[in-house]
């Protein structure tokens, strides 16, 4: 891969480092946020579904609306868009202005994360498409390494008003160097609400969305409260929040090295299966294993590398279904991935308030049987 490929992709890498960890902060943030505004647990996770909610519906739309641009320039308007909607969220006066802050952001990421697959595709060969993707996507794995255990520190120190300005200069930073360090492509694709129609009921790839809908939210319906049960459940303070975030992100990383290097080996189908084998078994471990904090950390290693085989898989199995509409039906992916963390976020709230934590992993159990029933359904058409 040339020289000026890799660069242009690990600056792309950052880009999804910066939304990552701003789109997903109120997570290690939540008690921050909450004591700040003076919120409940379940008004703060409703940030979290706010903006999945706005980024499903908003990203096929504005790629039939905006879709026709370079793509370089979609994400740079998304990144301007993000960065300034932080920059609100860090000086919101009440809920209501953090609540439209958070859907402004949503509408920003819909212009970066769904973009930036196709963008980091067109700089390489075919043959390179997969690696170029899961480097892309290594950005997601350094937020949980870097970017959500800092904002957990950041918060508990300096409060979550700082955490969101620091937000919105990295995403305006970053804008600056994509600008300067990626290349200008041709226009996207011109897409019109047919087509986008036709891809979102695709006899096979309808199913596949299913798939990442279903993990995203198996996923998050035990994620989403991962503060408050690490408080209550194995008795840690922001300390063990921060400390579990940095456990998730180590193991992300190496999730994400190591599928760069097996891409080239296997299929993404093999790949997508092995993470989700590796999720339930994690699952049923919390659900067997009495909780204290060796076990929390040795699950969250498991957890964080199953997620980081799960993600790239996915994205690299679209590009692969797709063909030349990738840049569309990956835009429906990642509606389908953040739908998905809004419904799982949303059912979070709601199994840990009635029945507490047990309830929360069974209903990740649940949701990742029906992502394996998807799956399977998608893989019987050729």
Do not use: K
């Not at 409940?40 to 609306?65: E, H, M, N, R, W």
């Not at 290097?261 to 999720?279: K, N, P």
């Not at 739908?339 to 199994?351: E, F, K, M």
Request: hydrophobic content about 60%.
């Amino acid at each position: 891969m040339p020289r000026s490929a890799v660069t242009a992709l690990r600056t792309l890498s950052l880009a999804y480092f910066v939304q990552a960890t701003g789109a997903l902060s109120v997570v290690g943030a939540l008690a921050a946020i909450a004591s700040e505004w003076r919120l409940s647990d379940a008004q703060t996770a409703l940030l979290i579904t706010v903006f999945g909610i706005t980024f499903a519906v908003a990203a096929p739309l504005l790629q039939v609306a905006l879709g026709h641009l370079p793509r370089r320039r979609q994400v740079l308007i998304g990144l301007g868009v993000f960065s300034a909607a932080a920059l609100v969220f860090a000086l919101a006066p009440d809920y209501r202005a953090l609540l439209a802050s958070r859907v402004a952001m949503g509408l920003g990421a819909a212009l970066i994360g769904p973009v930036l697959g196709a963008l980091a595709a067109g700089l390489v060969t075919p043959q390179q498409q997969g690696s170029a993707i899961a480097m892309v996507l290594l950005g997601l794995s350094m937020a949980g390494l870097v970017g959500m255990p800092l904002a957990a520190w950041m918060s508990s120190a300096w409060g979550a008003r700082a955490l969101f300005l620091a937000v919105g200069a990295a995403g305006l930073l970053t804008a600056l160097l994509i600008r300067l360090r990626v290349p200008a492509q041709a226009g996207g694709q011109a897409i019109s609400l047919a087509t986008l129609g036709r891809v979102l009921v695709h006899p096979v790839l309808l199913p596949a969305y299913l798939v990442v809908f279903f993990i995203a939210a198996g996923v998050y319906a035990t994620y989403a409260f991962i503060a408050p049960i690490i408080r209550d459940v194995f008795h840690g303070g922001p300390q063990t929040v921060s400390a579990g975030m940095a456990v998730l992100g180590v193991a992300g990383v190496l999730g994400n090295l190591f599928v760069v290097r097996a891409a080239r080996r296997y299929s993404a189908d093999a790949m997508l299966v092995a993470g989700m084998l590796l999720l339930a078994l994690d699952l049923a471990l919390l659900l067997l294993v009495p909780p204290t904090l060796a076990l929390l950390f040795g699950v969250l290693l498991l957890w964080a590398f199953a997620t980081d085989i799960v993600w790239p898989s996915q994205q690299r199995r679209i590009v692969e279904l797709s063909s030349e509409l990738r840049g569309v039906a990956l835009a429906v992916t990642a509606s389908f991935v953040f739908a998905g963390i809004a419904a799982g976020s949303a059912l979070a709230g709601v199994l840990y308030a009635q029945d507490g934590y047990h309830a929360n992993l069974l209903g990740s159990l649940g949701l990742l049987v029906l992502a394996a029933a998807c799956l399977w359904l998608s893989r019987r058409h050729p």
